[in-house]
């Protein structure tokens, strides 16, 4: 097992799903200063987990987390005079954490074991991946019709079976839970299944209450290169 700085969110993060953030706290602070200190060409990667929902992360936070989390990469950094960093991440792979130690620096650090992204069947991704494409096309042109703004661009959305399903799995509205799962999923066959079952379940739920649970413009998950 490796070692790798945790940045415990209150989000789960998805391979190749680009994550902005705004380090503010001291101890987040110390980890972008440590991970630009890493010499030119090593990754400077940390790792994303998130929070269960009701709990907070202190001192005792290791229950705080979910088990398996993804790694991102910086991107972009800049850093203002008060001493606060604006980033852009991009989530590169999922891990599941071992030991956690809250003790050694000022931010947690945990053993993680990375998770390989099996496919699965490759032929049966891709027949899911169309028909999760198709029906999740229409459900944000749902949402767009009921918010009176354009629907998101065919072309936004990747061929590539792994990163369709990342794309959905982050950009469709969705409790904390099922995109946990989505995460945890062994290999995107299941994770495009589960897709498909929770996709047509917010249609239905839109149809039936009529309401829009957020606002369009934050279904545009921008993608990075993995």
Not at 26 to 48: I, K, N, S
Not at 79 to 94: K, L, M
Not at 153 to 179: C, I, K, M, R
């Amino acid at each position: 097992m490796e070692t790798i700085a945790l940045f415990p969110l209150g989000m789960v993060l998805f391979p190749g799903v680009v994550l902005p953030l705004r380090v503010f706290e001291p101890r987040y602070q110390t980890l972008m200063e440590h991970l630009l200190d890493r010499p030119d060409g090593t990754p400077r990667e940390f790792g994303v987990v998130a929070i269960r929902q009701g709990w907070e992360v202190g001192t005792d936070g290791i229950g705080a987390l979910y088990d398996v989390g993804c790694t991102t990469r910086l991107r972009q950094v800049a850093r203002h005079d008060n001493g606060t960093y604006a980033v852009v991440t991009v989530g590169y792979q999922r891990f599941r954490i071992g030991r956690i130690d809250s003790a050694g620096k000022p931010y947690f650090q945990a053993e993680i074991e990375r998770l390989p992204d099996d496919v699965g069947s490759a032929t049966e991704a891709r027949v899911l991946a169309g028909t999760v494409a198709a029906i999740y096309r229409d459900h944000v042109a749902a949402l767009a019709e009921a918010q009176h703004i354009d629907p998101i661009d065919e072309a936004e959305l990747p061929d590539d079976p792994l990163l369709l399903s990342s794309l959905v799995a982050a950009s469709t509205p969705l409790d904390l839970a099922d995109q946990q799962d989505l995460l945890a999923a062994p290999d995107v066959v299941t994770r495009l299944r589960s897709e498909l079952r929770l996709l047509k379940r917010e249609a239905t739920m839109l149809r039936v209450v009529h309401a829009v649970p957020i606002p369009l413009a934050e279904l545009r998950v921008p993608f990075g290169v993995n």
